[in-house]
């Protein structure tokens, strides 16, 4: 067993945390490569950037499988189980961050669920700088695909990844497969068909340093049975410098007039020009922008 630095068990008693790994790593001996290997071989999948980050304070671990991970890092370390599990405290910065991201929904609390399984500590570190949304309606009056474009801003080094979350009012249908991704993959997925949610990590190409901007486009498609177009809506936990939001209608399905809304705001009667509608939103949010139609009868 390597021997410990002096301040070592100083620091897995009081910490922090990241100051506690470092020297915990320097006592093992081993590099970030050398540690993720032992930490693979437990069954336990970290990039040594996570790694890197976890130690120099960038992040810690918070979600609930990186936790359960410390387990078998304490292992490898050879530092008495559960010593830099404690030094994290209780997860109430992401419990509170999932409680704010699922506010603007109606049932706020299933939202908040399915979010705490995905990384969402950049959420607040990335500007929106500009968020284009095109939603395709079919000839059936069926919502076929929604394409999103997002123009992101890093505020502080690190953030790698962006957080999408689409809800379906009709349980029954099944979700949409994500297809078309530009300038992003996808990470971990959390689908919860009984609550019409999914939930997709959207994972940059690396991590972003403060200042630096990304481009991400994504499609969400649906899948027969469609669920039938009656409205679409954004919800902003927070700013958004610019966005658009068009609705396209096939030429054999056009409702009569959309009612374009803002929560807060106004609402405002659209007819649909050459089958489609669009709104902009300047300086928008937190809040809620959509646009919502009634189909007439048969």
Same mark, same amino acid.
């Given at each position: 067993m390597a021997v410990p630095s002096p301040d070592l068990g100083a620091l897995l008693r009081e910490g922090p945390f990241d100051a506690a790994l470092r020297a915990a790593i320097r006592a093992r001996g081993l590099s970030l490569d050398r540690l993720r290997e032992h930490l =693979?071989? =437990?069954g336990v999948s970290v990039t040594t950037a996570t790694l890197s980050y976890w130690q120099s304070g960038r992040s810690r671990p918070e979600r =609930?499988?990186?936790v359960r991970g410390l387990r078998q890092l304490e292992a490898v370390l050879e530092v008495p189980a559960g010593s830099l599990a404690a030094l994290l405290g209780p997860p109430r910065a992401r419990r509170s961050a999932a409680a704010e991201i699922?506010?603007? %929904?109606?049932d706020g609390r299933r939202i908040a669920a399915a979010?705490?399984?995905?990384?969402? =500590? %950049?959420d607040e570190r990335l500007t929106r700088l500009s968020q284009h949304d095109v939603v395709l309606v079919g000839a059936g009056r069926e919502e076929r695909e929604i394409r999103s474009r997002q123009v992101l801003r890093a505020e502080a080094d690190g953030p790698d990844r962006w957080v999408v979350i689409l809800h379906l009012d009709e349980h029954d249908r099944p979700l949409p497969e994500l297809r078309s991704l530009r300038g992003c993959r996808p990470g971990r997925t959390v689908v919860k068909p009984e609550d019409g949610l999914l939930v997709v990590e959207l994972l940059f190409a690396r991590p972003l340093e403060r200042g630096e901007t990304v481009i991400t486009e994504h499609t969400l498609v649906n899948r027969a049975p469609y669920p039938i177009a009656t409205n679409y809506e954004r919800k902003f936990r927070l700013p958004v410098r610019e966005y658009v939001l068009e609705i396209r209608f096939s030429p054999e399905a056009v409702p009569p007039v959309c009612r374009r809304f803002a929560e807060p705001g106004e609402e405002t009667?659209?007819?649909p020009e050459s089958g489609a509608v669009h709104g902009v939103a300047l300086n928008f949010g937190p809040g809620r922008y959509g646009f919502e139609w009634d189909w007439p009868a048969s």
């Open positions: =693979r071989a =437990r =609930r499988d990186s699922g506010r603007f %929904w109606p979010v705490s399984d995905v990384d969402t =500590r %950049w009667e659209i007819v």
